[in-house]
């Protein structure tokens, strides 16, 4: 089993719609849990960092589960500029952090 | 990404010529890390560093060198360029005592002819 997994997509969604991503990871030690957000040719820019909680941020609602080793990012109301690649990224007791390979998410006009 | 730099943004070498890359913080955050993106393939960890004076191997560290003397410059260097080192590589920084987030830098992008 990979670290980090994640669909590649794309997903390609009409404009408003609501669309979720999910992300499996595997070392049942792993401490921290984000998602980040890379537009094309540019730096991964910080998203939202996930909680077992659960946490909302405007259109984005992130969720851990631990039990299952995943964790999830919903966007409700998408917009044209949520058009990106959405990266998994699970940190490690040990300094270790292992990113997904992205989920790519296409918004249709 | 204001707090991290990276110097050049582009660079085009010739197979076996030598470059330094430099990254630049002053976020005042411990951690370092070096990374290559390539198509398909995500961002692969090429060394990092934990704090001044110190450096480890990453996913990826062959062809690479790195230095950490002063704790707001991370250096990455290759020692005689690859066609296959033709890569983006980002910098980032991350500070665990804290948000432990990652705050990475625009990228450079290295072309080995």
């Known amino acids: 089993r990979k670290e980090v997994e994640q669909d590649p997509g794309p997903f390609n969604v009409p404009e408003g719609a609501t669309v979720a991503f999910n992300c499996t990871y595997s070392n049942s030690a792993s401490q921290s849990f984000f998602w980040y957000r890379q537009d094309c040719r540019k730096e991964p820019k910080l998203l939202m960092s996930?909680?077992?909680s659960g946490n909302e941020d405007g259109r984005f609602t992130a969720q851990l589960n631990r039990a299952s080793q995943y964790i999830s990012l919903l966007i409700r109301d998408s917009k044209l500029s949520d058009s990106a690649t959405y990266l998994c990224?699970?940190?490690?007791?040990?300094?270790?952090?292992?990113f997904g390979k992205g989920t790519r998410l296409h918004i249709l006009p | 990404n204001a707090g991290v730099t990276q110097t050049p943004k582009f660079r085009v070498l010739k197979t076996g010529q030598s470059m330094t890359l430099l990254c630049a913080q002053d976020m005042n955050h411990e951690y370092m890390y070096w990374y290559r993106q390539d198509p398909g393939m995500g961002l692969r960890l090429i060394h990092y560093s934990v704090g001044e004076g110190t450096t480890a191997k990453g996913e990826v560290p062959d062809g690479y060198n790195v230095s950490r003397l002063k704790k707001q410059n991370f250096l990455l260097g290759l020692e005689s360029a690859a066609p296959s080192q033709t890569s983006v590589y980002f910098c980032?920084?991350?500070?665990?005592?804290?948000?432990?987030?990652?705050?990475f830098g625009p990228g450079t992008r290295l072309t080995v002819l």
């Open positions: 990224v699970v940190n490690g007791w040990d300094d270790k952090i292992i």
């Open positions: 996930v909680y077992s």
């Open positions: 980032a920084i991350r500070d665990p005592a804290s948000t432990d987030t990652q705050y």
